[in-house]
């Protein structure tokens, strides 16, 4: 693989690493902010503490991604793996937040369709480690 110049990062890179760190930002942002609503007074729910928790995992996975792409290339694998743990989040965590917190319940259904992305998400990046 031909080595990029010092701090030239393909722009897919870039993205995915920032909106990695901004999500893992996010949720603790959310987490400490769900500790002091009125309307968790008597403790944050399971499904909003399971939100944060794949929230924090899969910023994590999107860091991962954001480090392969900017070390094995953009394939396509890894650039729909990112995709879709963006998804996963718009579709689980953030739904659940809103839920919970806004009581907007429209989107209900989503929330296995989120968690559905995340799974094909690491298998896209498996096969994109593996193709590489």
């Known amino acids: 693989m031909p080595s990029l110049p010092q701090g030239a990062l393909p ?5 995915f690493l920032i909106l990695g760190t901004l999500s893992a930002c996010s949720s603790v942002v ?8 009125p309307v968790f007074s008597g403790g944050i729910p399971a499904m909003v503490q399971t939100a944060l928790t794949q ?3 899969h910023s994590l996975g ?6 392969a792409v900017a ?7 890894l650039l729909v793996s990112g995709g ?3 998804v996963g989040l718009v579709l689980f965590s953030f739904n659940l937040y809103a839920r919970n917190v806004l009581g907007f319940d429209t989107f209900r259904a989503a929330v296995p369709w989120g ?3 995340w ?14």
Not at 11 to 15: E, G, H, Q
């Open 11 to 15: 722009i897919s890179a870039k993205l």
């Open 30 to 37: 959310f987490s400490a902010a769900f500790a002091h609503l």
């Open 55 to 57: 929230q924090q995992f």
């Open 62 to 67: 999107l860091l991962l991604v954001g480090l």
């Open 71 to 77: 070390r094995l290339g953009a394939s396509r694998w």
């Open 84 to 86: 879709l743990m963006l």
């Open 115 to 117: 968690g559905g992305a």
């Open 119 to 132: 799974i094909l998400a690491w298998l896209f990046a498996a096969v994109g480690f593996v193709r590489r």
